[in-house]
């Protein structure tokens, strides 16, 4: 008998697309599948996945649509890495669906990237799909991307606390003589940073040019505030303190509670505190700027609102 209710649930949960096995098991039988399909009311993905309604072009929908064709599918490397959001990433317009699968002898669809492995790599499920966590898809990444391109996406990860620097230092260590791709990389990356973190100097500069440049009108430098503290900017209207952080991974990691403790005193007053890293200078300066302009614009408009 057939199950509305667990066709209309495939829908929402599986990003519009479902395989023909578990059509059949909500009711359908394969001829009801064809129909469908002739009328237009549904659409063929390859020999096992059918759309219940427009092809999905939104990759959470490929992914899904390319796990669903896919035996023992994990998502992986680049897809991973953007369904995770990590930051750093360059944007690929309609690049394959990237998955990883222990079945060997496993063929995907055209528009599905397949990485062949021995063993089932770490996973999380994320969005109703096996995703690979963090740590591994930083690993899978390793061993694709351009050096570039992997050292701003570590960089900017770490910088966002997407991962605490220790998982991945600890991944390193587990992983390290075991043959595993885009572990010498990370390796030489993470000892490369050990001590790297750029000039406070050379931060301010780079910062502030970038925000002159985009318009932006400067805070007051070096002030002394109320509760003892000197801050590297100050905008007084919006009681919006900027923090340069030069610091490298590993001091920045030892320095964490006592970076909140400072930041919650400073919020005691009413003031939001924004970090400024290296990372974010150099790899995501727009980005940075951006965001930094739409804290203050908000601030701004709080203050209008809580003067009148």
């Known amino acids: 008998m057939l199950d509305e209710a667990a066709l209309r649930e495939l829908a929402a949960t599986q990003h519009g697309v479902a395989s023909r096995v578990q059509l059949q098991q909500a009711g359908l039988t394969p001829r009801a599948i064809r129909h469908r399909i002739a009328t237009g009311r549904w659409v063929s993905i390859g020999r096992n996945v059918v759309a219940l309604g427009p092809v999905p072009t939104d990759i959470w929908g490929r992914a899904q649509a390319g796990v669903l064709a896919v035996p023992s599918a994990t998502v992986s490397h680049r897809t991973a890495g953007a369904l995770h959001g990590l930051p750093g990433l360059s944007p690929a317009t309609r690049a394959p669906i990237d998955l990883s699968t222990t079945v060997l002898s496993a063929v995907g669809p055209a528009d599905v990237r397949l990485f062949r492995r021995t063993h089932r790599t770490r996973f999380q499920h994320l969005g109703g799909m096996a995703i690979t966590t963090v740590p591994q898809t930083l690993f899978d990444l390793a061993a694709v991307l351009p050096v570039e391109e992997l050292d701003r996406v570590v960089d900017l990860s770490l910088a966002q606390r997407r991962l605490p620097l220790s998982v991945l230092e600890l991944s390193v260590e587990e992983l390290s003589g ?6 010498p990389a990370l390796r030489h990356l993470l000892a490369s940073r050990r001590s790297e973190g750029g000039s406070e100097s050379e931060l301010e500069r780079l910062f502030l040019e970038g ?16 509760w003892h503290a000197r801050v590297d900017h100050l905008w007084d209207d919006e009681m919006v303190i900027g923090e340069n952080d030069s610091r490298s991974w590993h001091t920045r990691e030892r320095d964490f509670d006592s970076d909140r403790q400072r930041d919650a005193e400073a919020a005691s007053f009413g003031y939001l505190t924004v970090r400024i890293t290296w990372g974010q200078v150099k790899y995501d300066l727009e980005a940075t700027l951006v965001r930094l302009a739409k804290i203050l614009r908000v601030r701004a408009g709080m203050a209008s609102h809580t003067s009148t």
Not at 211 to 226: D, E
């Open 178 to 183: 075991r043959g595993v791709r885009g572990t």
């Open 211 to 226: 925000w002159t440049a985009a318009g932006g009108v400067p805070g007051r430098q070096q002030v002394q505030m109320p």
